[in-house]
């Protein structure tokens, strides 16, 4: 006891010795202990003008010694000291801090200013003391958000991660619902979000595309997690402003425009968008339900519909009745447009086979699928009518027929898989919208599987072969599957019946278990997979060939049909 009370008092002792010296009092080890327990002559000691500015100064304009033999973390020992005092000081302490008009000055302009002291890390140290002010002095700090130019200085520094953590944050700050609507109106008024959207289309290195989306999406991620509990959107801002579907729109156009020179903002754009997409998933999308692992576990969902009113978006979002869900769901319907030109952009990203070229075609196939995770069946209708043109339809036949171009890389086999599971498994009445009729009897996905398939052999040295095999084996299950258990079965089945695919579909299940589970074959013995779909029905060989006529009808009702030789395929790398 007698040993701790004299260390305890170290730090009086020294505040009592005359003239003060500001790097001793940091060096001492119980210092910030001291502060959190309240010494009051520590705290007064802390809150001189004099000390204050030393503060700053040694937080924020340190100099480093270039040195090789001093480590980083000596170079800034008194830097990291001050800032764990300044992190240590309670509401009133960090005020008085803030209504000194040279601090203040330094808090609002400091990411503005020129400074050869300034770097990665010392912009992390004023985040920090950011963060601190923000969480102890939210009035304050409001105002200064409202007011100077402390904003301005953070989004031109988007480039560090310190920064953009700050940002992902800030509607964090405010524990109390009136006070973030207050930051998000702050917000708004200086145009934030549409400020990060503008980001992707200018000249910029791929690390700002990437740390603008990032704070778009922990922005909607946590204000879903807001408006979740609370029932509603009625005072939101901010989330309505993330998925307007004219900033959505604007990046749209940038991520299909095969003129495009700035291919690297490619990647992070198609990033940002499927997040977004997914911030929002229900228990009534797709993707929660088929279970990809087996067709014992899959359960019948052919009267499972989804209760969302999707034909009263509109209304939802103009009377704020939704808890966020019908901006994600007007946002699909808006990327749904643009699917002909998605895969029209995938075709022209291979035939110019740029750098991380697959990457990109990826990230477009993962938004695809995740624009799909919704039983909106003015989605499918979107995606049916985006197919306007030769080079559209050409583009997506031959991204199906050249499947195989997908088979070598895991990340685009899942794509599909997810794209394909999404628009056969959406789970509304009105089936005159379904895409996936579309792509099995117009680009014939069924047939090309199975040629595929046909045309390998299964090879127990050879992985990047055998996945390949799984993959079409995989995609083809879950074909089938929609033909037993979802709400458009009916049309899919009708689709294999017409097409006379049934039989050798349950062929390639029978020659190739190991791939769709082993639980699938006790369905072949007389179970489900042989009596639910096709009773004695003919078979037919109906294979691809490299002259099949297509048909597509337009919109407006007009038909055009083609052959796959007339389709100029020429420069399509296709294996």
């Known amino acids: 006891m007698f040993w701790g009370a004299e260390e305890e008092n170290s730090i009086n002792k020294i505040l009592n010795g005359g003239d003060v010296d500001f790097y001793e009092i940091l060096r001492d080890p119980y210092c910030v202990e001291e502060i959190r327990v309240s010494n009051t002559k520590l705290i007064e000691f802390f809150t001189r003008q004099d000390v204050m500015y030393l503060m700053f100064n040694e937080i924020l304009f340190t100099s480093s010694d270039d040195s090789e033999n001093i480590a980083i973390e000596q170079q800034y020992f008194y830097a990291q000291k001050a800032l764990n005092v300044f992190t240590a000081l309670n509401e009133n302490s960090l005020s008085k801090y803030l209504e000194d008009e040279t601090i203040a000055s330094y808090v609002t302009e400091y990411l503005l200013t020129e400074n050869e002291k300034k770097n990665s890390l010392t912009i992390g140290f004023y985040t920090t003391m950011l963060e601190t002010l923000f969480r102890n002095c939210l009035n304050i700090m409001t105002e200064f958000l409202r007011s100077t130019r402390i904003l301005e200085g953070l989004l031109r520094n988007i480039h560090y991660s310190s920064v953009v953590e700050f940002l992902s944050n800030i509607l964090s700050y405010a524990t109390v619902t009136k006070k973030n609507i207050e930051i998000q109106g702050v917000l708004d008024d200086h145009h934030f979000t549409e400020r990060l959207f503008v980001t992707f289309s200018k000249q910029k290195d791929i690390e700002c595309y990437r740390n603008s989306g990032q704070i778009l999406i922990s922005l909607a991620e946590q204000l879903h997690e807001v408006y979740k509990l609370s029932g509603n959107v009625n005072d939101d801002i901010i989330l309505r402003k993330i998925y307007d579907k004219s900033q959505w729109t604007k990046l749209l156009n940038i991520l299909t425009d095969v003129s495009l020179k700035n291919i690297h903002v490619l990647y992070p754009i198609s990033e940002v968008l499927t997040s977004l997409l997914n911030v929002y998933i ?86 695809l699928a995740a624009a799909y995770n919704s039983s909106d069946s003015v989605t499918q209708i979107n995606g049916i009518n985006s197919l306007v043109d030769d080079d559209t339809i050409a583009a997506v036949f031959k991204f199906f027929q050249s499947i195989s171009l997908s088979s070598g890389s895991p990340y685009m086999q899942c794509a599909i898989k997810d794209f394909i599971r999404n628009v056969v498994f959406y789970a509304n009445k009105k089936d005159e919208g379904a895409l996936i009729l579309y792509i099995l009897s117009t680009f014939d996905l069924t047939g090309v599987l199975l040629n595929e398939i046909s045309q390998i052999q299964e090879r127990d040295d050879d992985v990047t072969h055998n996945m390949s095999l799984a993959f079409y084996v995989s995609l083809l299950k879950i074909i089938y599957d929609g033909a037993n258990y979802s709400c458009s079965k009916d049309i899919i089945s009708s689709s294999l019946v017409d097409d006379g695919y049934h039989l050798e579909m349950k062929e390639t299940f029978k020659k190739y278990p190991q791939y769709i589970f082993q639980d699938i074959l006790s369905d072949f013995g007389g179970g489900e997979y042989d009596d639910t779909l096709y009773d004695d029905i003919e078979y037919t060989n109906h294979r691809v060939n490299s002259n099949r006529k297509i048909t597509h009808i337009f919109p407006d009702g007009r038909t055009y049909e083609t052959t796959t030789d007339s389709l100029n395929f020429e420069n399509y790398p296709c294996t």
């Open 282 to 367: 229900d228990d009534r999308n797709p993707s929660r339900l088929y279970n990809y692992s087996s067709s014992k576990d899959q359960l019948d969902i052919s009267t499972v519909y989804d209760t969302f009113e999707y034909d009263k978006i509109e209304e939802l979002i103009r009377n704020k009745q939704h808890s966020g869900e019908a901006y994600k769901y007007d946002a699909s319907r808006c990327v749904s447009t643009y699917t002909g030109k998605l895969f029209l952009m995938i075709k022209s990203i291979r035939e110019k086979d740029v750098l991380l070229s697959d990457k990109i075609c990826t990230r477009i196939m993962l938004l």
